[in-house]
Nanobody, 120 residues
Framework: QVQLVESGGGLVQPGGSLRLSCAASGSIFSLIAMAWYRQAPGKQRELVAHITSGGRTNYADSVKGRFTISRDNAKNTVYLQMSSLNPKDTAVYYC??????????????WGQGTQVTVSS
Protein backbone atom coordinates (compact mmCIF):
# COMPACT_ATOMS: atom_id res chain seq x y z
CA GLN A 1 0.00 0.00 0.00
CA VAL A 2 1.08 3.55 -0.75
CA GLN A 3 -0.06 6.69 1.04
CA LEU A 4 0.44 10.11 -0.54
CA VAL A 5 0.36 13.55 1.06
CA GLU A 6 0.46 16.69 -1.09
CA SER A 7 1.57 20.10 0.11
CA GLY A 8 2.61 23.49 -1.22
CA GLY A 9 -0.65 24.72 -2.71
CA GLY A 10 -1.99 28.19 -2.15
CA LEU A 11 -2.73 31.56 -3.72
CA VAL A 12 -0.26 33.02 -6.20
CA GLN A 13 -0.37 36.00 -8.57
CA PRO A 14 -0.29 35.56 -12.35
CA GLY A 15 3.28 35.15 -13.54
CA GLY A 16 4.35 33.78 -10.20
CA SER A 17 5.83 30.45 -9.22
CA LEU A 18 4.90 27.67 -6.83
CA ARG A 19 6.36 24.30 -5.91
CA LEU A 20 4.17 21.36 -4.95
CA SER A 21 5.44 18.38 -3.00
CA CYS A 22 4.09 14.87 -2.64
CA ALA A 23 5.48 12.62 0.07
CA ALA A 24 4.94 8.89 -0.37
CA SER A 25 5.06 6.09 2.14
CA GLY A 26 6.57 2.70 1.43
CA SER A 27 9.98 1.14 1.00
CA ILE A 28 10.03 0.79 -2.80
CA PHE A 29 9.43 4.40 -3.84
CA SER A 30 12.29 4.27 -6.33
CA LEU A 31 10.42 1.60 -8.31
CA ILE A 32 7.15 3.51 -8.58
CA ALA A 33 6.16 5.86 -11.37
CA MET A 34 4.63 9.14 -10.21
CA ALA A 35 2.39 11.74 -11.80
CA TRP A 36 0.62 15.02 -11.16
CA TYR A 37 -2.96 15.58 -12.27
CA ARG A 38 -5.24 18.57 -11.87
CA GLN A 39 -8.96 19.19 -11.92
CA ALA A 40 -10.68 22.55 -12.28
CA PRO A 41 -14.35 23.07 -11.33
CA GLY A 42 -16.64 21.62 -13.98
CA LYS A 43 -13.78 20.03 -15.90
CA GLN A 44 -12.30 16.56 -16.21
CA ARG A 45 -9.20 15.59 -14.32
CA GLU A 46 -6.20 15.87 -16.63
CA LEU A 47 -2.63 14.66 -16.60
CA VAL A 48 -0.12 17.44 -15.99
CA ALA A 49 3.21 15.64 -15.72
CA HIS A 50 4.55 12.11 -15.36
CA ILE A 51 7.86 10.64 -14.28
CA THR A 52 8.90 7.00 -14.49
CA SER A 53 11.03 5.09 -12.02
CA GLY A 54 13.88 5.59 -14.47
CA GLY A 55 13.43 9.36 -14.54
CA ARG A 56 11.78 9.74 -17.94
CA THR A 57 9.31 12.63 -17.97
CA ASN A 58 6.47 13.88 -20.10
CA TYR A 59 4.14 16.85 -19.84
CA ALA A 60 0.83 18.14 -21.05
CA ASP A 61 1.28 20.59 -23.92
CA SER A 62 -0.32 23.32 -21.85
CA VAL A 63 2.48 23.24 -19.26
CA LYS A 64 5.56 22.37 -21.32
CA GLY A 65 8.35 24.82 -20.66
CA ARG A 66 6.67 26.12 -17.52
CA PHE A 67 6.36 23.09 -15.21
CA THR A 68 9.02 20.61 -14.14
CA ILE A 69 8.42 17.29 -12.41
CA SER A 70 11.23 15.75 -10.41
CA ARG A 71 11.76 13.16 -7.71
CA ASP A 72 14.04 12.63 -4.76
CA ASN A 73 14.12 8.92 -4.01
CA ALA A 74 16.06 9.43 -0.79
CA LYS A 75 13.15 11.50 0.55
CA ASN A 76 10.35 9.47 -1.08
CA THR A 77 9.09 12.72 -2.56
CA VAL A 78 8.02 13.98 -5.97
CA TYR A 79 7.87 17.68 -6.83
CA LEU A 80 6.12 19.88 -9.34
CA GLN A 81 7.85 23.20 -9.93
CA MET A 82 5.41 25.60 -11.57
CA SER A 83 6.44 28.88 -13.19
CA SER A 84 4.75 31.57 -15.27
CA LEU A 85 1.43 30.66 -13.73
CA ASN A 86 -1.79 31.97 -15.20
CA PRO A 87 -5.44 31.77 -14.06
CA LYS A 88 -6.01 28.74 -16.30
CA ASP A 89 -3.70 26.79 -14.00
CA THR A 90 -6.15 27.19 -11.13
CA ALA A 91 -7.24 23.73 -10.02
CA VAL A 92 -6.92 21.08 -7.37
CA TYR A 93 -3.66 19.26 -7.99
CA TYR A 94 -3.43 15.56 -7.22
CA CYS A 95 -0.44 13.30 -6.83
CA UNK A 96 -0.68 9.74 -8.17
CA UNK A 97 1.54 6.73 -7.67
CA UNK A 98 1.62 3.87 -10.17
CA UNK A 99 2.86 0.51 -8.93
CA UNK A 100 3.33 -2.35 -11.37
CA UNK A 101 3.94 -5.79 -9.89
CA UNK A 102 5.70 -8.70 -11.58
CA UNK A 103 2.44 -10.04 -13.00
CA UNK A 104 2.02 -6.82 -14.96
CA UNK A 105 -0.94 -5.60 -12.93
CA UNK A 106 -0.89 -1.87 -12.19
CA UNK A 107 -2.21 -0.32 -9.01
CA UNK A 108 -2.91 3.41 -8.73
CA UNK A 109 -2.85 5.43 -5.52
CA TRP A 110 -4.11 9.01 -5.15
CA GLY A 111 -3.47 11.78 -2.69
CA GLN A 112 -6.23 14.04 -1.37
CA GLY A 113 -5.18 17.01 -3.48
CA THR A 114 -3.97 20.53 -2.85
CA GLN A 115 -5.62 23.72 -4.12
CA VAL A 116 -3.71 26.07 -6.40
CA THR A 117 -5.33 29.42 -7.13
CA VAL A 118 -3.79 31.88 -9.57
CA SER A 119 -5.39 35.29 -9.18
CA SER A 120 -4.53 38.93 -8.68
Amino acid sequence: QVQLVESGGGLVQPGGSLRLSCAASGSIFSLIAMAWYRQAPGKQRELVAHITSGGRTNYADSVKGRFTISRDNAKNTVYLQMSSLNPKDTAVYYCKAERTVVSGTQYDYWGQGTQVTVSS
